[in-house]
């Protein structure tokens, strides 16, 4: 980062010149861990455009700096030697601060270069990954990535307490310093199942007791994510011992970061630009990401062969607050009503909800190649660097560029407000997927209590009738049809044992109405006679079915019977009367607002039940 004409950048109020205007900033030269504070060499705007001329954008836009962008990071220099002497004490660092911040970037553009040059790039095994669904999975991927083949790094995939440290101690030469660099550590609370993160926290907890000198662990959190720590009291003392909060640039800092990058590729600022730079960041809340994407924007919209990035073009594109939102614009405008139909189904796969913040969230690239159209304006959209992809064919991911985008476009917004029932209902879909499929491997049966049903399952299939909700993983595909066929089963199962149930009672009555007539021949078993075909009638009523030989033994009785007992008592009409189980007691209600409950065999009254307001209409 530094050359014979540049120095480190470490604050203060210094002056140097850019083109025609003015910037602040003072140089340090660092040696055996002394700062030695010098001015600056004024360098004017003719020495800058007299350098050879490298059109090629120098600003990152919305993408992450990376190891290889470290010639092109600046403004973090007093940052990086803090970091790297706090790691020459201390084997764990907890890296904080807001999204937007510059975390990522400080640690891959500017800690671990900075550590290559000290301990050698050929001994510094540099891991990074993110924890995303599975972070043993994504350990795995990253330990291939480097020197390791598969047979070494599958030590990684197993979901056990000591996996890490077995890592470490089956793959780590002695001399090797290893970098562990778990980037966007709020991952594990927003795509890890929980049983994946708990088991990767108490595994990642043993490794730092461990406490290897030559084992660093570094890791990045969002700083409205440190309430997720407070379930695990390991990671609060994590929090409590080895944090940092990365603070916000200063103005002599952001001078550097803006100007520096075009200085070195021989563009030089129009007088006063910086400036007004510098004030439409401030009044953007400081987001990094949304300056770094209006520079290499502004970059792409000028003249570079004039060597002079000029102000109209920056208002033009709408400056740090407006630039990233007029160009989605402009993107989204392009596209017919079919085409913004396939945007909104992409980018609503690419978001999730966290309480009430909207997060962006990783997928399979694949799940969006399917549909030509959508295939189409997914490709638009990463040309456009509205979203990034990473990885192989077959193994390829897309996600928004960078959540800036959607905190600053409003398309975005409404859309997410619009769908937010949806996006809500796929995030615990996928959960649920994830879990179903993990116990899959373990317990099929248990596994089957994960599957959904009822409404749930109702409306899921409905939206995806609709085309409301596509793009699913493949997990949560084989999920829904593993519900639906488990619902179709039970539903199966239910029908034929409510068949029984019919068959047994239809039998039932039909018993009953042989009963029934046998007893209507015996002597003074009228009565009986009576209870048990009314009995065998109800249950043909509750099936709504109808049995000829049931039906002929109610009339035979009915018709044919005689008076056998009368039932005095009420003092006004019956309207409705019934039989106990047995069909030893009858209940009657009237309209003299009683019930009165008398014994089959001998007519007599048994009890009055008062206290009705109104007629007993039901019994």
Known sequence: MTDKSYYLEIGGDVKGLIGDGEFKGIAGDISGGVINQYIITQKSGVEIQSQPLITGSPYLGLRKFEVDDKDRFFGRDNWIIELTDYLKQKNVLLLLGASGSGKSSLVQAGLIPKLKDDFGANKLVNLTFVPDVNPFESFYGCLLGNRYKQYQAKLAQAVKEDTLIKVVEGLKNNSDLWFIFIDQFEELFTRTPKTERDIFIKSLIKLIDNNDSLVKIVMTIRADFLDKLSPYPSLGKIHDQYSKMLTDMDESQLRLAIAEPAARNGVIFEKGLINQIIADFYEQAGS??????????????????????????????????????????????????????????????????????????????????????????????????????????????????????????????????????????????????????????????KASSEL??????????????????????????????????????????????????????????NSLSGYSLHLFNEEGKELDAIVEAIKAGKILQKHNASNTKVIHALQKILVEGRESNRLVGHNGSVNSVSFSSDGKTLVSGSWDKTIKLWNVETGKEIRTLKGHDSYVLSV
């Open 452 to 509: 959904w049903g009822g409404s749930k399952l109702k409306r899921i299939v409905n939206l995806i009738k609709e085309k409301s909700l596509s793009n699913l993983d493949d997990v949560a595909v084989k999920f829904i049809k593993a519900s639906y066929h488990y619902q179709k089963q039970r539903e199966k199962i239910e029908a034929e044992r409510k068949r029984r149930e019919v068959d047994t009672e239809l039998s039932l009555a």
């Open 288 to 445: 990094l990401p949304l300056l770094q994407y209006t520079l290499d924007l502004l970059w792409q919209k000028n003249h570079i062969q004039e060597r002079v990035l000029n102000i109209k073009i920056y208002q033009d594109i709408g400056g740090v607050t407006g630039a990233l939102e007029k160009q989605a614009d402009k993107i989204y405008g392009q596209f017919n009503e079919v085409q913004r139909k396939a945007a909104e189904e992409i980018f609503l796969e690419l978001i999730s909800l966290e309480g009430e913040k909207a997060v962006s969230r990783r997928a399979d690239k694949s799940s969006f190649e399917q549909e030509e159209m959508q295939r189409e304006v997914l490709y638009q959209l990463i040309d456009n660097r509205l979203l990034v992809s990473k990885g192989e064919d077959g193994k390829a991911t897309v996600e928004v560029a960078h959540e800036a985008l959607i905190r600053s476009w409003k398309v975005l917004q409404d859309l997410i407000g619009e769908k937010e029932g949806i996006i809500v209902l796929r995030s615990r879909l996928y959960a649920d997927a994830k879990q179903w499929d993990d116990l899959q491997k373990q317990d099929a049966v």
